[in-house]
């Protein structure tokens, strides 16, 4: 059985990864309290042949149920039975501007502040976040872009991938993403939101994209940063990392940062990495 145990913080996109699962053929059951997991899995597995799928999501609206969660998944895992821990999050920002455009309630809420649910929600979920396989930082990305990197991250090894190369631009102004496992700077860059006609632009369009990259110091360090990472990646699909993101930062995540997202992918994936290897480019901060 391909087990999934789904979790993370309310407004971090549950309802949407949900939907994703359910597209790709899982049986979902959501809210289920973790101590009818074994229950379920063992009813499950007596008729495996039309639910070889499944996937539970828990989190606080569990109430004191959920707190015997890491209990639940050890019990699960002495009995042998296999999965996976995918943990869904964002910026308290985010989350918070969320929960005031649907005006929903926090499960959390309902005696204090928004905020101080969150917070306190993200301290409960702390111990099961360290225990995740995937954490998918959802703050920035609209419902579609989420839903195809949720798709991409669960289709995964179905095609011959074994390591999931994710090239992600961002803008400092608006925090680093969670879940990117390198980061690097490319503020050391010149920046075309300084010149009127290309501050409009983005780091897709021609002139800026030859604006950053024409430049001898971008040549430069696009040529070592490539060579780098076709040593690591290597490495890291040896060691058996399903998922690398690698985040490159510029100061909005319009311009600088882009551009160099955009060719860092194109000349990695015209690199030659060995088998199993599979490169994607996207772009946190681009519409804001």
Not at 45 to 54: A, N, T, W
Not at 276 to 287: A, C, T
């Amino acid at each position: 059985m391909d087990l999934k145990i789904v979790t993370g913080m309310s407004g971090a996109g549950k309802t949407n990864f949900v939907q994703v699962l359910e597209d790709m053929g899982y049986y979902c059951v959501d809210n289920l309290p973790p101590n009818l997991f074994s229950k379920f899995v063992e009813l499950i597995l007596q008729v495996q042949s039309d639910y070889d799928k499944v996937a539970l999501v828990a989190d606080v609206r569990g109430g004191k149920f959920f707190q015997d969660v890491t209990r639940v998944l050890q019990e699960l895992k002495n009995k042998g039975l296999k999965y996976e821990i995918i943990f869904l999050e964002a910026s308290d920002d985010i989350l918070v501007r969320r929960f005031k455009e649907t005006r929903r309630r926090h499960p959390l809420a309902y005696k204090r502040g928004l905020l101080e649910g969150i917070q306190e929600e993200r301290q409960r979920l702390a111990g099961i976040r360290g225990q995740a396989d995937v954490i998918i930082d959802s703050s920035g990305l609209r419902v579609q872009d989420f839903k195809e990197h949720a798709a991409a991250l669960l289709t995964q090894g179905q095609t011959g991938e074994r390591l999931q190369v994710r090239v992600l631009s961002f803008g400092f102004k608006y925090g680093l993403p969670i879940d990117v496992d390198l980061v690097m700077d490319v503020r050391f860059l010149p920046n075309p939101f300084y010149l009127p006609e290309l501050k409009p632009l983005c780091g897709q369009d021609a002139p800026v994209r030859d604006f950053v990259l024409e430049r001898p110091v971008t040549q430069s360090f696009l040529q070592k940063y490539t060579a780098l990472l076709q040593e690591l990646l290597p490495l890291y699909l040896a060691e058996g990392k399903q998922y690398l993101a690698i985040g490159i930062g510029c100061t909005g995540g319009r311009h600088r940062s882009v551009a160099i997202a955009e060719e860092l992918g194109r000349r990695l994936l015209a690199a030659g990495l060995p088998d199993g290897i599979s490169v994607r480019v996207g772009h946190r901060d681009l519409n804001k």
